[in-house]
């Protein structure tokens, strides 16, 4: 620590640039920030449900829809604790840009089968009570300034009322979650009041996009997929069940392989940083090479003269990457979603915090060690002559 004030004023012997390399740092270390909660987000979900949910659809496409029929053979299937349905509504609010899921659930299961859902209990009882009430996400309720008993209009695009008009619904309840990546954006209401709604022999009427089951065993997940699908074998439609997890993975994946893209920016981010970072310490050393020369006259030893450039290394990254972080973590939480709602709750994983820390003290190590071992290797007498 007694070294401190000397690396510091080496760091600012050339301030224009140290604060350039600080900048690029900072900068780079907020787009990694960003980037990995983006990513989150786009697993979210994955880590909430596990193996102990099954989905199932149709067997050709989701855009199918099941006959709600379906449902007693699917709860009395051996292995199945519980199961749920929900339609996929689509629907405008306001505006298209206005991006949130809209499901029309059968409410009571709907809850039973996602314990993350934390909703107070009056709250809860208004909801099951009201036929054109809706159970809203946090998160879409903060966007959008919502509060309870709040009428909310949203023009159907796959379901239309039959007169033309908007749906509309009374937000009766807003759930949270303790769990971090579980999705606080969604908004559900009352599949018995879209079904009422919808013409007999319709799209939609007695239908369902898909039935969500809660396991009584997640570790024979499989073996229970496997049984439900072959029940419906021979009926039309087919079914096609897997493990939400495996259906989230795979639904985030139809636009890429979205956490491999953000892990190679972020790599190409931060390798560009690290050539800036050594070519700053590579040019630092250069210049002082008198002065370190001095310094081994003095009785600073080949140890101490590596650490002292290694020190000024790690220092300008702890330091800008440290920044750069607690930049995007701000930027997440006080400035908003960065992708507007496109995707469940982003946050910035305590995971990739750790990693992100551990990426700057290799930074600063990997930028620093060539010319700390270049200044370690130095002749004092070769020095002062070249001054």
């Not at 199918?64 to 699917?74: D, G, K, S, T, V």
Request: charge should be neutral; proline fraction near 4%.
């Amino acid at each position: 620590m007694k070294f401190l004030p000397l690396v510091w004023r080496s760091l600012w012997r050339r301030k224009l640039r140290t604060v350039f390399t600080l900048l690029s740092v900072i900068v780079a270390f907020t787009l990694f920030g960003v980037l990995m909660a983006i990513r989150a987000g786009f697993s979210a979900g994955i880590t909430v449900s596990g193996a102990e949910r099954l989905v199932m659809l149709d067997k050709v496409s989701m855009i199918n829809a099941l006959p709600l029929r379906y449902r007693a053979q699917i709860s009395a299937a051996p292995g199945v604790a519980d199961v749920t349905n929900a339609n996929w509504f689509g629907g405008i609010y306001q505006d298209p840009q206005n991006d949130f899921a809209k499901l029309a659930v059968d409410a009571a299961s709907w809850l039973r089968v996602h314990p993350e859902f934390v909703v107070p209990e009056t709250q809860k009882q208004s909801w099951l009570a009201d036929r054109t009430g809706a159970l809203v996400g946090v998160e879409t309720a903060r966007r959008f300034g919502w509060k309870i008993g709040d009428r909310i209009p949203v023009q159907g695009t796959i379901y239309r009322a039959a007169d033309g008009r908007p749906w509309e619904f009374t937000i009766d309840a807003i759930y949270d979650s303790a769990e971090g990546a579980a999705d606080r954006t969604q908004f559900f209401f009352h599949q018995a009041y879209l079904n009422e709604a919808l013409a007999p022999g319709a799209y939609g009427r007695d239908e369902v996009t898909f039935f969500l089951i809660k396991v009584a065993e997640p570790r024979e997940s499989e073996q229970v997929a496997s049984r439900l699908d072959a029940m419906f074998d021979g009926a039309t439609p087919q079914t096609r069940t897997a493990t939400e997890k495996a259906f989230v993975s795979s639904f985030a994946n139809q636009v890429g392989d979205i956490g491999a893209l953000m892990l190679a920016i972020s790599g190409a981010v931060l390798f560009a940083i690290l050539m800036v970072i050594g070519n700053t310490m590579a040019e630092a050393t250069r210049e002082r090479t008198s002065e370190l020369a001095v310094l081994k006259t003095l009785g600073f030893g080949d140890a101490r003269i590596f650490a002292l450039v290694l020190a000024e290394s790690c220092v300008i990254a702890l330091s800008g990457g440290g920044l750069g972080l607690l930049l995007a973590v701000a930027a997440i939480a006080f400035v908003g979603d960065p992708t507007s709602g496109m995707l469940p709750p982003v946050h910035l994983p305590a995971a990739d915090v750790v990693r992100g820390l551990a990426l700057i003290a290799t930074l600063g190590v990997m930028a620093g060690l060539l010319p700390a071992l270049r200044a370690r290797q130095l002749r004092i007498v070769e020095a002062l002559r070249s001054r």
